[in-house]
């Protein structure tokens, strides 16, 4: 069941676990911390002592990358042209104020498009639809089916079948289609692209990508599986 919850602006959400839906996780920087043991933890009072003793400076460091980026902004949005993600504005505002904190150029650019890019392979992978479509591919000779969705939802049952498992896979050839079409952009995360063909001929096959994770991936899923080797 999905349940939709409208937020204007979060600033911070602290979760125990990092699940967050692939539309999220795009839109969200996940900061692992460690742990808290005992004897750190500290009173409240404590707490906004220190706070307020590094408050100057933090505003400081900030009004800095602030000016830094509003002289650079421009400049780095010619320069990141075609190469923009989603959420462009923060990524040419982080990358236009790093030189006030030390950053190489491309430092933040890099490091944020790498973790959208991590973010979106969790995402896929966690989903066992997707997954479970490029365990598939991996094991078709060329790495690519094409056809009407009811067939490919019965090659895709048959393989399920065999793999021990298939309450993943929508029973309706409909809603396989819609989850395919919903699921897009996880599935080319994994190395898989999905197209139609006038809403009759379906094709899923691995990317470049997904090719090169194929090798790895079929050694993982003969020992999960003590299939022999062929």
């Known amino acids: 069941d999905e349940h939709s919850v409208d937020i204007k602006r979060p600033l911070c959400l602290a979760l125990i676990g990092t699940e967050l839906q692939s539309d999220m996780a795009e839109r969200s920087i996940v900061i692992p911390l460690a742990p808290l043991t005992e004897g750190l933890y500290l009173p409240e009072a404590e707490l906004d002592q220190r706070l307020r003793a590094i408050q100057p400076a933090v505003m400081a460091a900030l009004l800095d990358g602030v000016v830094m980026a509003m002289r650079r902004v421009a400049e780095v949005t010619e320069r990141l042209s075609g190469r ?17 904190f030390g950053w190489e150029e491309d430092a933040f650019f890099d490091a944020y498009t790498a973790h959208v890019a991590a973010r979106r392979e969790e995402d896929a992978e966690d989903d066992m639809l997707c997954s479970k479509v490029f365990d598939w591919l991996c094991g078709v000779p060329g790495g690519a089916v094409e056809g009407p ?26 809603t396989f289609t819609s989850r395919l079409t919903r699921s897009a952009r996880r599935l080319r995360s994994l190395g898989v692209s999905y197209t139609t063909h006038r809403g009759r001929v ?29």
């Open 84 to 100: 923009l993600p989603r959420m462009s504005d923060f990524a040419v505002w982080g990358e236009a104020a790093g030189p006030a």
């Open 149 to 174: 969705a009811r067939d490919l939802r019965e090659q895709l049952h048959s393989y399920a079948v065999q793999s021990g498992s298939w309450d993943w896979l929508p029973r309706k050839t409909k």
């Open 202 to 230: 379906h094709r899923l096959a691995l990317t470049d990508i997904g090719k090169e994770r194929r090798p790895a991936r079929l050694e993982e899923l003969r020992k999960l599986r003590g299939w022999d080797d062929e």
